[in-house]
């Protein structure tokens, strides 16, 4: 089965805490990309990062960190120092290349950063 | 650049009615893919093309149908509308098949 699994509805921190959203996914392909999109309250979800499965290195970019393990199945994101403007919805996607490329979603983790 | 483009923004229609919804890619990419949102879910992919042709399908009635035109956007209409599709539907374009896919502000259906 291909499939994501984001166990994390809702998560509320302040402003300046850090938080990690969860993200565990399963696939029967050998090569995967995974994807993190962000969706803010205006709908549009926006494009964050794709990783390829055979680079399990660490991503960061400025507040951004995403870690990656395969032997756990899991692409999981950090928001270092949250801020207010980090309140969206956060997806982790999986294409499946054998379809189009479709993009399967977690159901999504709703993140309030409170001031 | 400009980004990918949707329309029309919302949308309210009466069931049984018929709706178009319309899509243009960002410059150069070839793909487009259309998703369905309902509140408090991830979206669920309905179709993809590529160069014009259908290259997936997803698990959509057929009254769902879509079609990519030669300068690459698309069209997706669903006839016979149910309360049921009162969604946000998303549009997605990538340069290929299989690439990262870049998502428009989406079209807000209401079906009353």
């Known amino acids: 089965a291909q499939k994501v699994t984001q166990a994390q509805t809702e998560i509320s921190v302040v402003e300046k805490e850090d938080v990690t959203l969860d993200c565990v996914y399963e696939?029967?392909?050998?090569?995967?990309?995974l994807f993190w999109y962000k969706q803010p309250p205006s709908g549009e979800l926006v494009f964050l990062i794709r990783?390829?499965?055979?680079?399990?290195q660490n991503e960061i970019s400025g507040r951004y960190s995403w870690n990656f393990q395969k032997s756990t199945s899991s692409f999981n994101f950090t928001i270092t120092a949250s801020q207010v403007v980090d309140s969206a919805v956060y997806f982790c996607?999986?294409?499946?290349?054998?379809?189009?490329?479709?993009?399967?979603f977690g159901q999504g983790t709703e993140l309030s950063v409170k001031p | 650049d400009a980004g990918v483009t949707q329309s029309p923004t919302h949308l309210i229609k009466t069931r049984g009615q018929q709706v178009t919804l319309r899509c243009s890619p960002i410059?150069?990419?070839?793909?487009v893919s259309w998703y369905q949102q309902v509140l408090g879910q991830g979206p669920q992919f309905i179709f993809q093309?590529?160069?014009?042709?259908?290259?997936g399908r997803g698990n959509f009635p057929d009254r769902f149908s879509a079609r990519q035109f030669p300068n690459y956007s698309s069209e997706l209409n669903v006839n016979a509308l149910l309360l049921g599709d009162s969604a946000l539907y998303l549009c997605?374009?990538?340069?290929?098949?299989?690439?990262?896919?870049?998502f428009g502000p989406g079209t807000r259906l209401t079906v009353t």
């Open positions: 990783r390829n499965s055979f680079d399990e």
């Open positions: 696939t029967r392909d050998t090569t995967y990309y």
């Open positions: 410059s150069g990419h070839k793909s």
């Open positions: 996607a999986l294409p499946i290349y054998n379809q189009g490329g479709k993009l399967i």
């Open positions: 093309y590529y160069e014009k042709e259908e290259r």
């Open positions: 997605a374009s990538s340069l290929d098949v299989g690439d990262e896919q870049y």
